[in-house]
Every structure is written in C-alpha cells, then in structure tokens.
C-alpha cells in the first residue's frame, strides 16, 4: 500500500524558498513562478523566469525543485545552463527589452533642453552618441562674456 505524505510546505513557500535561491546565485533579472506540486516526486516544481521592468517575464530559464516537507532547495537547472539559457532569451527579446529603457532616456534628455534647442536636438538624436550631442547643446546654450 502506498503511502501519501501531505505537503507542509505551501506554494507561496516553496517558491519564496526558490527565490532565495536564485538571489544567492544568480543576478536580479531572474525570478521563480508559481509552482507545481509532484507528489510522486515529493517536490513543489518551480520555474525559474527571466523577467524585466516594465515587459515582464520573457521566458522560462529552468526549474528549481523545493521540498514539498521542508523549506530547501533539492536540485535545480545548473546555474550556468540559466545563464546560456537567459542569453538566449534576451538575443530573442533584444528590442522589447531595450525600448522602455531608450523611451525613458529619450523623454529625460529631451525634457531637459530648453524649447530653442528642441528641434535641433530632434535632428541630432538620429546619432548613437547622445553624450556627445548633450556636450554639444549644453555648450551652445552656454552664456557668453
């Protein structure tokens, strides 16, 4: 006769445990999901996601399993295959991951520049070298003696 052990370990817990994990190995960008309960196995299964502000997650990196009756870590995807696995995944994502950050840094830089400068900073803005056009601007709109 089989014998079913009850899980003492929720969901949320599990994948808080999870969490942790990744923080102590593994840069901010990656997150656990909700997981999965695999009784068989006796284990909460739990995604691990790469994630980014504003878009979210982008997909799945690997899977840590945290004990269904205890708060650990039993195993996990190697944190190296997470790695090739997130560089992966932001090659694939490469535009959305870096539009919200390029529109945030357009809207700063252009509500800096004073209504004069405006225009001819929208025709500089084309070059990749948007320091340089600053140094520019903020030369120009310099007081002379």
Known sequence: MATTITPTITAL??????????????????????????????????????????????????????????AEVVSSTPIEAMNVAARTL??????????????????AILAFLPACAWSWAVAVWTSQNVHCALAVIAHRMAPTP
Do not use: C
Not at 41 to 56: E, M, N, S, T
């Open 90 to 107: 932001y090659a694939q994502h490469r535009n959305a991951i870096e539009a919200p950050r390029s529109i945030s840094k357009r809207r």
């Open 13 to 70: 817990q599990a994948q808080a445990e999870a969490n942790l994990f990744l923080s102590n190995h593994l840069p901010d960008r990656f997150m656990a999901a909700p997981p999965s309960l695999d009784l068989a196995a006796q284990v909460w299964r739990v995604p691990v996601l790469l994630a980014y502000p504003i878009i979210g997650p982008v997909g799945q990196t690997g899977e840590s399993l945290v004990s269904m009756t205890a």
